[in-house]
């Protein structure tokens, strides 16, 4: 780091950063380093050493335009001069109406009333509560547990919690304050195959055991994201449709990661060409500008609640609906949609097969998988973060690992060329391992 009054300030603050800033999953007392961004631009983060990284994470799905881009600049700054909040209760507001309209429009079929929530994981409890409040209001109150997926992954506050992954640290942390859900197997059957025996047979029999106290199976539909950035077939939720309408199960699909094209369909539920009952949006909803989800649901659904002795959905958020988030979030649709957006996701998806294939050759490396525009490079081991992280900067790209998993989703807007540096550059670290 320089001496230059920059670079001190530079260091003070990186140092201020270290003593009192808490990250995502990180330990105060070994804090692992972090790096300064100054700037981002298309897909190049500007970092404060002068250094520019090619991002390989779109912000965790999310910056699916690029960074900076004028036309959602316009949307946040035009909204900004009207106003930039107001609350939701009793006020309504243009972007926030024109944004379920394009929502209704594009979500699969059916799902026409929308709650905004303000993160994913909100939204996903706001599933949930609509979920079980739906079964109260059917004087159906037993039905209040959920069946979730093994390797599944749906938010950190606590309903969400309690539907991820039961082996992962949360519900032994937790015990005790955490729902006791009912867990089927984590999909086998691989993307692009009919569903095989065992899922079908796990599905079927949890389905007909618990129907009776089972409000909702939640899934992310097609590919399992945080817990294991796992692809599975399209089939299986075919049945998960059928076997949770056969039982009186509500289907929960969680399309935060997965939503707006990044599988190569608009929707994952679009692969299997189903409706769930309930559906979460979120992360590439405002191409990464801002916090924003929502959770869509039928009017059938909505009504019963509505109908109820509450009378009333039970959430409502202060910044609810935030007028820049969903001005800019319509920004984002629209650029979303006035591309061939499909055929981008297939060059990509190509583009990834190609470039990460030699990966397959390296000894470290036991899976190399691409879907859409995700691309997986799966280890024997587990990486230490600490000691690739810096790598991977060196490197000039920016990639964050976890467990054994090298994963990239980058924005849509990656050139051909960037790509093919981006996946040398992984390549070459990998190759050091
Ligand atoms: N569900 C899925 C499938 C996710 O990938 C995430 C975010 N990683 C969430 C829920 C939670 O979203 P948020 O981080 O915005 O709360």
Request: charged share 15%; aromatic share 8%.
């Amino acid at each position: 780091m320089s001496s230059s009054p920059e670079g001190t300030r530079l260091a003070q603050q990186l140092r201020f950063d270290q003593q009192h800033i808490w990250h995502p999953y990180a330990s105060m007392t070994q804090p692992s380093p972090v790096f300064m961004v100054t700037g981002a631009e298309g897909v190049r983060l500007h970092l404060a050493e002068g250094q520019q990284l090619i991002d390989g994470m779109a912000s965790w799905w999310s910056v699916i335009h690029g960074y900076n881009h004028p036309r959602l600049n316009q949307a946040a700054q035009q909204q900004l001069e009207r106003f930039a909040h107001v609350m939701f209760g009793g006020l309504t507001h243009e972007p926030a109406v024109e944004l379920a309209q394009r929502l209704v429009d594009i979500t699969p079929r059916g799902l026409d009333r929308v709650f905004f929530a303000d993160s994913g994981s909100v939204s996903v409890e706001v599933a949930i509560k609509m979920a079980l409040q739906y079964q109260q209001a059917r004087q159906r109150p037993e039905k209040n547990r959920l069946i979730s997926l093994r390797r599944g992954y749906h938010g950190d506050t606590f309903a969400a919690m309690s539907v991820c992954d039961p082996v992962t640290g949360m519900h032994q942390l937790f015990k005790g304050a955490l729902a006791e859900q009912i867990f089927l197997p984590a999909p086998s059957t691989p993307w692009g195959e009919a569903i095989n025996s065992n899922d079908l047979t796990a599905l079927e029999h949890t389905l007909a055991q618990h129907h009776h106290e089972v409000a909702a199976l939640i899934l992310e539909p097609v590919v399992q994201g945080a817990g294991g950035m796992r692809f599975y077939s399209a089939d299986y939720l075919r049945h998960a449709r059928r076997l949770c309408d056969q039982y009186d199960v509500l289907l929960i699909a969680d399309e935060i990661a997965t939503g707006f094209g990044r599988t190569g369909a608009l929707f994952a539920c679009d692969h299997a060409g189903i409706t769930p009952d309930i559906l979460c949006v979120g992360k590439a909803l405002t191409g990464g500008y801002m916090t924003l989800a929502a959770t869509l649901t039928q009017a059938h659904l909505a009504d019963t609640i509505s109908s109820s002795g509450a009378g009333c959905f039970m959430h409502g958020p202060t910044f609810m609906a935030n007028p820049l988030a969903c001005a800019v979030a319509c920004e984002s649709i629209d650029l979303l949609l006035e591309q061939d957006w499909y055929s981008r996701i297939q060059q990509l998806q190509q583009q990834l097969r190609t470039e990460l294939a030699p990966a397959a050759q390296l000894s470290c490396v036991s899976d190399v998988r691409c879907l859409g525009g995700i691309g997986v490079i799966e280890l024997h081991q587990p990486v230490s973060l600490q000691q690739i992280q810096p790598w991977f900067v060196e490197q000039g790209v920016w990639v964050r690992p976890f467990g054994k998993l090298v994963y990239i989703m980058p924005p849509y807007i990656i050139s051909e060329a960037d790509l093919k540096f981006l996946c040398a550059a992984i390549i070459r670290v990998l190759q050091r391992l």
